[in-house]
């Protein structure tokens, strides 16, 4: 099926530092989450967004709609242990025929290193 | 903590097995979903329903047949499954078809011998 272009696909980082990642489409979109997903667990919801623009914090992270309404951003400042995991964007496109379904990204493996 | 609670955590099922997976919200979400996750990829959709009633099914193979006994429940049987069918299934709820955020449970763990 249809994925959104994830980037980076993976990031070794050190404690402290600050991450950030992103999802491009070609196709507009009317919803961005991002969820984070721990080994042998489901996805959580980390920030909505709804609106192009829109800077939504949610502690040490920021996730932007982009203008374009094709991309959206991440960023985690001040990186910690408990960070590491899997990252995935996820679009719903602004088709009507497609509004039931959530588009993921590719996913950004982030690993942080004491 | 998670608001969508799933049953088992982990299965062990043979080909011609029988078990069903079952998935729980009480956040009066009327639209409800299955995934299937495979290792390292994001969830794909497999089906949606909305108002305890079936309206996409993404082509999922007859041998896995959903059930919405009521709002809060969402059910998966397995039946005659594939190795291939080893996954993590997750279910997902939201407000309304069409609504987000969707919220995850934790999976259910399959493996087919």
């Known amino acids: 099926g249809q994925q959104l272009n994830q980037s980076p696909q993976s990031m070794f980082i050190q404690e402290g530092e600050d991450v950030s990642m992103n999802c491009t489409s070609s196709s507009i979109f009317n919803t961005w989450l991002w969820y984070k997903q721990d080994p042998g667990e489901g996805p959580v919801l980390l920030i909505a967004?709804?609106?192009?623009?829109e800077l939504t914090s949610n502690g040490r992270l920021t996730a932007q709609f982009g203008t374009t309404r094709k991309d959206s951003f991440l960023n985690i400042s001040a990186s910690i242990p408990s960070d590491v995991g899997i990252y995935f964007c996820a679009g719903q496109p602004l088709a009507a025929t497609n509004t039931d379904k959530l588009i993921f990204g590719t996913g950004t493996r982030l690993q942080v290193f004491p | 903590d998670t608001e969508v609670t799933q049953t088992p955590k982990h299965l062990v099922m043979g080909m011609t097995n029988k078990k069903s997976l079952k998935c729980e919200q009480h956040?009066?979400?009327?639209?409800m979903y299955w995934y299937k996750q495979k290792a390292k990829k994001p969830p794909e959709l497999m089906f949606v329903?909305?108002?305890?009633?079936?309206?996409i099914n993404e082509s999922v193979p007859s041998r896995f047949s959903p059930e919405c006994p009521n709002s809060s429940l969402l059910n998966l049987h397995l039946h005659a499954l594939q190795p291939e069918d080893s996954a993590l299934y997750l279910c997902a709820s939201s407000l309304y078809r069409g609504g987000q955020p969707q919220h995850f449970g934790d999976g259910t763990r399959l493996s087919i011998l």
């Open positions: 956040m009066g979400h009327r639209a």
């Open positions: 967004l709804y609106k192009a623009g």
């Open positions: 329903y909305s108002y305890e009633k079936l309206s």
